[in-house]
């Protein structure tokens, strides 16, 4: 019997694997055309597509992750140290028979990010002393039984001026709207796109350095999630699918710089920075948020 003529040897495999035919699919003896979507997502973008058992683990830390919010929450006021806010959250993951993801990740010092006003992301903790007015982002990811859940929330230390209540809400509804952008077919510009069109319509700006991520077993893995980009671009996203969301914006421009100690990623120009984070999984009619918290 003659073979199906799918491609030529040497051409690219259609399964868009990048590797020519002869040494993929037809060396696999199987049409590219039975390559189910798991195959195709895991070779064309190494996206591991999470089954049921999977995403049930992801959100039981994810129940863990945003509980270990609110009492970070509840903790946060005037004199309270960063450092006080990674022991209680440090504590309350080894109790929950946890583990701290950031903790020697990379070489991170600590259990947990603190952010404090102008700083974007990865704070360390240290013995600053948050004052009234000021706005801290706690960033927790806990792994469970194997699996990580990512999440964190920009809080106000007491009273706080309207330019930071400013900033939070604009983070918080840019959050908000990209979860809007998230079912299948729609693709991971479409995300970017309702958080860029949203935030820089309110007059803050949207970093670019740091982005969303696939997340499982694994901290940080594929694919990218941009917070900023194009309607229509980039991968259409399946159910199944799990990554973060997690827009920084900023009041001010979007440049940043990164403190000697290699983590601290401050606003460039000064300006106070809020983000908040969420885990999420395409479903088949839009998604589920994995660490859930009301915005
Ligand atoms: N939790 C951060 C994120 O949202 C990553 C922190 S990495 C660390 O992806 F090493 F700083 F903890
Ligand atoms: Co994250
Ligand atoms: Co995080």
């Known amino acids: 019997m003659k073979e199906e003529l799918i491609a030529g040897r040497n051409d690219l495999c259609p399964c868009g694997s990048g590797l020519k035919y002869k040494r993929c699919c037809m ?74 993801a950031p903790l020697n990740y990379r070489g991170y010092p600590k259990s947990t990010c603190t952010s404090v006003n102008e700083v974007i992301c990865h704070g360390i903790p240290s013995d600053r002393v948050l004052l009234e007015g000021d706005i801290v982002n706690v960033d927790v990811t806990s792994i469970l039984e194997e699996y990580y859940a990512d999440a964190n929330m920009t809080f106000f230390v007491g009273e706080c001026r309207e330019d930071a209540h400013k900033i939070v809400n604009i983070a918080r509804e840019s959050l908000k709207r990209a979860l809007t952008a998230v079912k299948p077919d729609n693709t991971i510009g479409d995300i970017g796109h309702e958080i860029q069109r949203y935030a820089e319509g309110q007059g803050a700006s949207v970093v670019r350095e740091f982005i969303g991520h696939g997340i499982g077993k694994v901290f940080h893995e594929p694919p990218d999630i941009p917070h900023f980009g194009k309607p229509h671009t980039g991968i259409t996203l399946v159910p199944g699918m799990v990554f973060t969301i997690e827009p920084m914006v900023n009041l001010g421009k979007r440049f940043l710089r990164v403190l000697d100690d290699q983590w601290t990623a401050v606003t460039r120009d000064g300006s106070l920075s809020a983000q908040f984070e969420q885990t999420i999984v395409v479903t088949e009619n839009g998604y589920e948020v994995l660490t859930p918290y009301d915005l």
């Not at 270990?68 to 140290?81: C, D, M, N, S, Y």
């Open 27 to 100: 060396l696999n003896q199987r049409s590219p055309h039975d390559l189910s979507v798991a195959d195709l997502y895991l070779k064309n973008y190494r996206i591991k597509l999470k089954t049921a058992k999977d995403i049930a683990g992801i959100k039981k830390a994810g129940k863990l992750v945003v509980d270990t919010l609110w009492l970070a929450k509840e903790f946060i006021r005037p004199g309270v140290t960063t450092n006080d806010i990674n022991r209680l959250v440090h504590e309350y993951t080894i109790k929950n028979g946890a583990r701290p």
